[in-house]
Structures are given as C-alpha cells and as structure tokens.
C-alpha cells in the first residue's frame, strides 16, 4: 500500500506470530472474513461492537473469533500510518496472510476499501450454518455475485477448521426421528462421531483425515460420505455441484488455483470505496 509501505510487512508479521501460537486461528479468520463479506460486502461491518444490534451479536456470529487480534494491528497501524488503513483492507490482507500461513495459496490484495457505518444484526442472521438445500446456497451465493463453482471452493475451506458437536447432534442422534443417525454418513465415522460427540460442547474437526493440512482431501472425504456438515454432503449428490466435487478431489493443483480465484472474488463483494465508507479509527466502532 503505498500510503503506508510497512503495512503489508506488520500485518504479515502479526500473522505469522498468531498462527505459529495457535494454527486453528488460520480457519476463524477465514470464517471472520466470509461472515464481513456475507453482510453488506467486505466492509468490516461484521468488527463493529454495538451490543445486541451489531452483526457480530446474531446467531450465527456467536462463534466468531478474531476481533482483539485486528484491533491488535489496527493499533499498531494507527501508530505508523494514522487514518490511512481502512478495517476493511486490514480484514482483507489478514485473511490472505492466514490462509498462506497454514499452507494455501497467496493472492495480491487490492486496497482501497472503505468501512461501512451501518451493521445490524438482523442481517447476518441470515448467513449458512449448514443445513441448507444446494438450491438455497446457490441462490444465496448468488446474491453475493459468487458462482456455484465459488460456492463449492470456498466450503473446502474446512480442508481446516473445526465445528462443534452441538451443531452436528441432530445428524447423530435426532434425525428425523429420536435415536436415528443420518445414513448418509459413513458407518465407521457415524460410530466414531456418535462416541465422541457426547459431550455437546466437544470440538471437532471439520476434516477428519487431514485436520491440520490446506489440502483437497476435503474433496475425497465429501465423496467417502466423512462429512461433519449435512449439507457438505449434499454437494456430491447434487448434479450441479457432484462434477466439481471429484474433479477437485482428483487434481490438488486445481484447489489450490481455484481457492485464490474465488478469495480474490469474495474480498471485491460490494467494495464502499471514497465518500460511502469511511476509514475507522477504532474497528469496532463508526468515528
């Protein structure tokens, strides 16, 4: 960024440190970034901190994580270059510094954006937590300006990351009818999750053979029938998204190609550029 050089080298830096402490930080800020960009564009609305009305206080939000580390480096950039960096190009290059860090592609951010003043918590609500058709994804995807194909790369984010039990119970031990398991999923992984996921607030991996890789595996866990999300499992069944998912498990290269295309065109999801935005002394809150 030529308004502020040592930008990109600071928020590298601090990546690195974060990551090197704890790798599953690489997949929250994935997520973080996903949520922002979900709700009003890539505008850091999602950091904004108005208790109860604010999208980082809606449901879907609630296990978001994240938000000290930008003010972290907000602080600091304020230091060097003071109102120049927008939360919104910081969140953008973070999320590419996040995802290099664990092993995935890199990509050129674009700066320029501006942070938006509005975020209401009734928006984000809204957001896919996993138990959508592929019809209502799509549709949703749509209306962020991003393609079946799109949809499919960025759900291999969970190539890293974990969900909790809570949220697959009802695949275990409530589906469609009391004590019934989901047939879909694998006998042998159904045995594992069902002895494991006793315990509601238990953590467990969204790739069960390559946890801590950014790898395709994704892809051929999703044709084993080893998903943790129901509707990562619809993905293959679906004559609209099936072709990606085992073009994607067979060639490596092709995700890794891919996850930069589809990150380059989430991070330009309705841009506020100039006077719509504005670049915020503090992330979670409007000047």
């Known amino acids: 960024m030529k ?41 850091a609305s999602i950091l904004l901190d108005q208790p109860e009305t604010s999208e980082k206080y809606a449901g879907p939000s609630k296990t978001l994580r994240g938000f000290e580390f930008i003010n972290e480096i907000k602080a600091e950039l304020e230091k060097q270059c003071p109102k120049t960096v927008s939360c919104a190009d910081i969140l953008s290059a973070v999320v590419r510094d996040a995802t290099t860090a664990i092993g995935g592609p890199y990509w050129q ?9 509005i975020s209401r918590s009734e928006e984000a609500e809204a957001i896919p937590m996993g138990r959508e058709s592929i019809t ?16 499919v790369i960025l759900l291999g ?26 047939p879909t999923i694998d006998p042998q992984y159904t045995n594992f999750l ?37 509707v990562e499992q619809k993905l293959f069944v679906d004559s609209r998204t099936a072709p990606l998912v085992k073009a994607l498990a ?37 000047n």
């Not at 984010?157 to 989901?182: E, F, M, V, W």
């Open 157 to 182: 984010a969970h190539t890293i990351g974990y969900s909790s039990c809570a949220s697959i119970g009802y695949r275990l031990y409530n589906y469609q009818g009391p004590g019934k398991c989901d």
């Open 250 to 286: 067979n060639q490596p290269d092709l995700f890794y190609m891919q996850f930069r295309a589809a990150m380059v065109k989430l991070s330009k999801t309705l841009v506020l550029t100039k006077d719509e935005g504005e670049v915020r002394l503090n992330c979670s809150a409007v």
């Open 194 to 230: 069902t002895r494991y996921c006793q315990d509601p607030t238990k953590k467990v991996q969204l790739d069960p053979t390559t946890p801590t890789i950014f790898d395709s595996v994704y892809y051929q866990n999703i044709q084993k029938n080893m998903c943790l999300l129901e």
């Open 3 to 43: 308004t502020c050089p040592g930008m990109e080298g600071i928020i590298a830096n601090k990546v690195k440190e974060l990551i090197t402490k704890d790798y599953t930080y690489g997949a929250s800020l994935i997520r973080l970034y996903f949520h922002d960009c979900a709700v009003r564009g890539c505008d």
């Open 136 to 151: 209502d994804l799509i549709q949703y995807f749509q209306t962020m300006g991003l393609s079946p194909v799109d949809l």
């Open 109 to 117: 951010v674009k700066y320029g954006r501006k942070d938006g003043r």
